[in-house]
């Protein structure tokens, strides 16, 4: 009895609990895949509608213009003439890139093009022509539209592959496409967001207030007159016809028949609808007057409001794309020349990745050993001299706070080094090694100029100056530089018994020690100064060594 009636009908459960769980719970995916299945094709149609409006937006010349300002700036030349600055430590890694890039890819004549469409399109791809042993020999660009990227499609959300719609749905792996893409925007990816997306919509409000402009302009602009015919006492009834018959007197062109010859004058419709004409009655009389034209035809603030709006969505400074000069605002304009080249240097990066993907892709494939083809580092040309300018300028703020801290000795240099000049410990080792490195330098050069002052003038012949006068001692004895004297050596002038004269050397051994003494003193002045500075070097190693081995025993 409890359950019969249509309310109780109603609350009576038709299946068991766990049917209508499972139930619910197919409901549910059933209706979060559709809306996932929804979204794709919304999305695949969104693409393609925006790059409809990107290729319009093409030919307005300030977007133009401003795709061509991105694309220049990005890839200018260096003071070297390198688009692209390849620095490796590894000559032969420098000279398998420079092929690359230079002579496989020409990225001098294709980069730009690249970086164009990729900031005209959020997105770029290149197929890369791959051949084992040989590397990457070319890459060829695809259309945007055509090409779909595809992450995590077996499950890993690090797998990625592209397909090709167009062409019968042709997959290829990730080393095979290079894909340039514009990110910043999650509501785009997997692909990239153009840096016209921002000025889609002003766009189009700009277009729809120009073609009102130059409506208005071609309606109003003309100036129309005003003809008052008198119609007297003619019946109202009739007044129609009788300006009918007046207007189309007045409005009617001469012209000359080409069959006969003769003036024939022909009614001109055009001027219908620039005059008009109005019947008066009483004594007025017939008149003709002068309707001027629009009066606010130079008003066009807003046509500049939303042209104003459109360059600050695009991100390029007003005064690139005007041939209109400002000199009054150069701070501005410096600010404003700042601010873009960040922008520049972030599309550079996203240019520079992929060119080392590439990169990689050759070296790997030209048999280079895996861990060494990361040695490698790319870099672009950033156009903006107000940007180095202003670093320097700090820099010399900088060092020229450090000197005033350095001379007052309330601070140590240490402190300067780390808090004004903003230094890291590395760097700091650095630079107090490369000190000491030119200090020693100096010493040496100054030690050399010294001795070479004091050196003497006279140089007896025979004496090597580069040489090692230790080993000549050594083979350049008593008996070859005076032959076999045992004993005393001889005196051929007869002087060696006279009063008054010293007995220097009584015997060939010291004879040798002196002749050595003397050819030492005859060395050559560089030589000496060579000796000096190896003897203080030694002596400053070991000054430092001591000095390390005290820092060890204090921490200890």
């Known amino acids: 009895k409890l359950l019969t009636g249509k309310r109780a009908q109603a609350k009576t459960p038709s299946e068991r609990p766990g049917m209508r769980a499972q139930k619910r719970a197919f409901d549910t995916f059933a209706r979060a895949a559709s809306s996932l299945y929804t979204q794709a094709l919304q999305g695949a149609a969104e693409r393609s509608e925006r790059v409809r409006d990107y290729e319009e937006m093409d030919q307005s010349p300030e977007i133009s213009k401003a795709l061509d300002i991105y694309s220049d700036d990005s890839t200018t030349y260096s003071e070297e003439g390198n688009v692209v600055e390849i620095v490796s430590d590894d000559e032969r890694i420098t000279q398998e890139l420079e092929e690359l890039y230079y002579d496989r890819l020409d990225i001098e004549f294709y980069l730009w093009s690249w970086v164009r469409n990729m900031c005209k399109y959020g997105d770029h791809f290149n197929l890369l022509d791959i051949v084992e042993n040989e590397g990457v020999l070319g890459a060829i660009s695809l259309p945007v539209l055509e090409i779909e990227r595809e992450e995590g499609f077996d499950g890993d959300p690090n797998s990625l592959r592209f397909r090709w719609t167009q062409q019968g749905n042709t997959r290829f792996e990730n080393y095979q496409i290079s894909h340039m893409r514009i990110l910043g925007d999650d509501k785009f990816l997997p692909y990239g967001r153009s840096v016209l997306d921002p000025a889609r919509r002003i766009w189009k409000q700009l277009q729809m207030a120009e073609d009102a402009m130059l409506i208005y302009r071609m309606t109003r602009a003309p100036e129309r007159r005003v003809f008052k015919i008198d119609v007297a006492n003619i019946p109202p009834n009739q007044v129609e016809t009788y300006m009918m018959n007046a207007r189309d007197k007045l409005k009617r062109t001469p012209l000359?028949?080409?069959?006969?010859?003769?003036?024939?004058?022909?009614?001109?419709?055009?001027?219908?609808?620039?005059?008009?004409?109005?019947?008066?009655?009483?004594?007025?009389?017939?008149?003709?007057?002068?309707?001027?034209?629009?009066?606010?035809?130079?008003?066009?603030?807003?046509?500049?409001?939303?042209?104003?709006?459109?360059?600050?969505?695009?991100?390029?400074?007003?005064?690139?794309?005007?041939?209109?000069?400002?000199?009054?605002?150069?701070?501005?304009?410096?600010?404003?020349?700042?601010?873009?080249?960040?922008?520049?240097?972030?599309?550079?990066?996203?240019?520079?990745?992929?060119?080392?993907?590439?990169?990689?892709?050759?070296?790997?494939?030209?048999?280079?050993?895996?861990?060494?083809?990361?040695?490698?580092?790319?870099?672009?040309?950033?156009?903006?001299?107000?940007?180095?300018?202003?670093?320097?300028?700090?820099?010399?703020?900088?060092?020229?706070?450090a000197s005033q801290m350095a001379e007052t000795n309330l601070v140590s240099d240490l402190y300067v080094q780390r808090k004004v000049l903003q230094l890291s410990d590395h760097e700091i080792n650095d630079v107090n090694n490369r000190l000491f490195d030119e200090a020693r330098r100096k010493f040496?050069?100054?030690?050399?100029?010294?001795?070479?002052?004091?050196?003497?003038?006279?140089?007896?012949?025979?004496?090597?100056?580069?040489?090692?006068?230790?080993?000549?001692?050594?083979?350049?004895?008593?008996?070859?530089?005076?032959?076999?004297?045992?004993?005393?050596?001889?005196?051929?002038?007869?002087?060696?018994?006279?009063?008054?004269?010293?007995?220097?050397?009584?015997?060939?051994?010291?004879?040798?020690?002196?002749?050595?003494?003397?050819?030492?003193?005859?060395?050559?002045?560089?030589?000496?100064?060579?000796?000096?500075?190896?003897?203080?070097?030694?002596?400053?190693?070991k000054i430092l060594e001591n000095l390390d081995l005290k820092k060890v025993k204090e921490k200890d």
């Open 256 to 401: 000359i028949t080409e069959s006969t010859g003769q003036i024939d004058l022909r009614f001109n419709p055009m001027s219908i609808d620039e005059d008009f004409f109005l019947p008066v009655r009483g004594d007025r009389g017939s008149d003709i007057e002068t309707l001027p034209g629009g009066t606010n035809q130079g008003d066009i603030e807003d046509v500049e409001y939303l042209q104003q709006k459109m360059f600050i969505a695009l991100g390029v400074p007003k005064s690139y794309l005007q041939s209109e000069e400002d000199l009054s605002g150069k701070s501005t304009l410096a600010q404003e020349d700042i601010k873009f080249a960040r922008t520049i240097q972030r599309v550079q990066k996203i240019v520079v990745s992929e060119l080392a993907k590439v990169g990689l892709i050759h070296l790997f494939l030209r048999g280079f050993d895996k861990e060494k083809i990361y040695d490698f580092d790319l870099k672009l040309t950033n156009p903006s001299t107000v940007m180095e300018m202003m670093q320097l300028e700090l820099l010399d703020r900088r060092f020229a706070v």
């Open 444 to 541: 040496i050069l100054m030690s050399l100029e010294n001795e070479g002052a004091e050196a003497p003038a006279d140089s007896e012949g025979g004496d090597n100056p580069f040489g090692n006068d230790d080993e000549e001692d050594e083979t350049e004895s008593f008996e070859d530089k005076f032959g076999p004297h045992p004993g005393k050596i001889p005196d051929p002038t007869g002087t060696k018994d006279l009063p008054g004269v010293p007995n220097l050397v009584t015997d060939k051994e010291n004879f040798d020690d002196g002749f050595r003494k003397k050819k030492r003193k005859r060395r050559d002045p560089f030589a000496r100064g060579i000796t000096s500075a190896m003897k203080f070097d030694v002596e400053m190693s």
